[in-house]
């Protein structure tokens, strides 16, 4: 009996210690998991509360980090956990601005707060190339080119910039005459104006004027002689506007003087049906998507729609009263998913999903598309005159003359307005994906999405009446390129981004 009974104890005993064990585990694993998933004791609330994860990062690297006032071991780049509201992130490095913002975190979520540009307090600007007569200026999207007007023994041409090499700056003009008709040629009165570039940087639309004369060409930057068409010699219809379709250079969308938009292959002049007809302005996101508006009917209505793609019918997303005119229409993608914003007067809205293709797509009782609806709408304290997505496709600027605001679709969250110090001549522009650029009082100011850590660069010159120049950051990143007036005619000038050690 006594060996038994202590057996059992032995037992008992057993049962105890290995329950305490397993216990022990699954208390401390319970742990781990809660403090992988972000949970902390919140010593000022006495409570557990999940944390969210901020990713902050700058250029240059190693900035040192204050959150709410208090300065943190790490640099940038980095990571850090912190509870859920508001916080405020001041970064700075010697030599440079200092960067702040409120930025608010949420719990279980990753805030990317990595595009921080400290800019120098010195800032230096030095002349590059002399333009002369210059009256205007564009740069490709990866700021390796520039094109613009000069003006050259009392006649306009075009002049190509090649910035591939920030230590050689070369430029040479281009025989752009040359590839005008015969009645524009000769034409001392011509004027040439470049419209777009495609993505790749190769490819320029430009637009041949006189008080009584309009042709389009695109232009091949690598193949001046062989690969630039004249368009509207080449398909003899009269055009109003003209966007490049891919990367090829071998399409381009246009929109006729009866408002018509068709897509015309350029090796062939083959030209497609009417996509939409009516229609007042479009734009091409990627290589065939368009969104435009219409001119208002007889009843009238203006639509808005998309064409989301060579296959695809012309979708109308809204229609409105011409009252709330001036209807704006842009698209973009965003983390795998379409989007596409629509502004009629003070009035915005977003949808999200997939591009419609058939006009026939299934749409609710209110009309809207079943797969394609408005997930923001919004009224803005101004009526919108420019609309255009970032290039990444996360924020929306709303613009007019005296100011802009962002929304943030990561964040769902609309910005203050950002107002400029004078009415501007046209859409500010981003610089990247997070900073815009404008000039305003003859000074180049650069600024945030949302508004946010403005800076005065340099004396430069923008749109106006009789002249447009564009600003682009250089491809090493290490410069922004502006255009200012020098001692004997218009330079181009670079302002360096870096402090000089």
Known sequence: MNKQHKRQRELRTRIFIYGIMILAVLGIVTVMILLMVGYRFNRSTGSVEQTGVAQLGSQPTGANIEIDGIQIAKKTNSKISL???????????EGYETWRK??????????????????????????????????????????????????????????????????????????????????LRDNPNVRFNVKEWSQNGRYVAVNATTDSANEW?????????????NVSALINLPISSMVISGASGRAVYILQNDGDVRRVTLDDGSISRPYARDVEQFNLYGENTLTYSTRADDRGVIQAGIIAGEDADAV?????????????????????????????????RVYEGEYPRSALAARSEKGELAAFPTVHALTLPFAVEWLQF???????????????????????????TANFNEPVNGAVEWIDSYMLWNVSNGQLYVREFDGANVHALTVAMGNSNEAEFDASLSRSEDYIYSVADGESGRVLQRTSLLVEE
């Not at 990444?392 to 679709?409: E, H, P």
């Open 217 to 229: 060409l695109l232009v091949d930057r690598e193949d001046f002689e062989g690969g630039t068409v």
């Open 83 to 93: 509870y859920e509201g508001d916080h405020e992130f001041v970064m700075w490095q």
């Open 316 to 348: 109308v997303l809204h229609e409105f009263n011409k009252d709330e005119a001036p209807v704006r229409i842009q698209a973009a993608e965003y983390y795998r998913k379409d989007y596409v914003t629509i502004t009629s007067g003070n009035e915005m």
């Open 390 to 416: 970032s290039n990444n496709g996360r924020f929306i600027i709303f613009q007019n003359k005296d100011g802009f605001m962002s929304y943030d679709l990561e964040l769902d969250r609309l910005s203050e």
């Open 102 to 183: 409120t930025v608010p975190i949420t719990a279980g979520e990753l805030t990317w707060i990595d595009y921080v540009r400290l800019l120098p307090k010195e800032r230096t600007t030095e002349s590059v190339l002399e333009l002369g007569d210059a009256s205007s200026l564009s740069f490709s999207p990866d700021g390796r080119f520039a094109i613009g007007e000069v003006q050259q023994e009392s006649r306009y041409t075009l002049q190509l910039i090649d910035l591939e090499d920030d230590t050689a700056v070369t430029s040479a003009t281009l025989d752009i005459r040359s590839k005008l008709s015969d009645g």
